[in-house]
């Protein structure tokens, strides 16, 4: 792929793993959103349209993002904003099954 904006490069830069395309991730991302609206119709525990559904969604978002990362082996941090994000090559080690920080 050519790396255009129509390309997602997980945690938005070029990166050794796999490609996701945005409409993919957005795809990704509306089916999570549609599955926690469908529980809070059947559950009303928050409403709708609140700061607390906001943030929720947010979290959803952000677990979907490093879902898509895990899967295509795409080493990631969380940032002070409490994003999935690419993981600094020298703040990370890379390991198959998980992706811890480095205490050095």
């Known amino acids: 792929m050519?790396?255009?904006?129509?390309d997602y490069r997980v945690a938005i830069g070029e990166t050794e793993g796999g490609l996701m395309k945005v409409s993919?991730?957005?795809y990704a991302r509306r089916q999570a959103l549609n599955v926690f609206d469908t529980w809070l119709d059947v559950t009303g525990v928050i409403e709708r349209w609140t700061g607390y559904y906001d943030e929720l969604c947010g979290i959803i978002e952000?677990?979907?993002d490093i879902g898509a990362m895990t899967a295509l082996e795409v080493p990631f941090s969380i940032n002070d904003e409490g994003?999935?994000?690419?993981?600094?090559?020298?703040?990370m080690?890379?390991?198959?099954d998980i992706y811890e920080r480095n205490v050095t």
């Open 24 to 26: 993919h991730r957005n």
């Open 62 to 64: 952000t677990a979907v």
């Open 2 to 6: 050519d790396g255009g904006a129509h």
């Open 93 to 96: 080690t890379r390991n198959p």
């Open 83 to 91: 994003e999935a994000v690419e993981a600094d090559k020298h703040s």
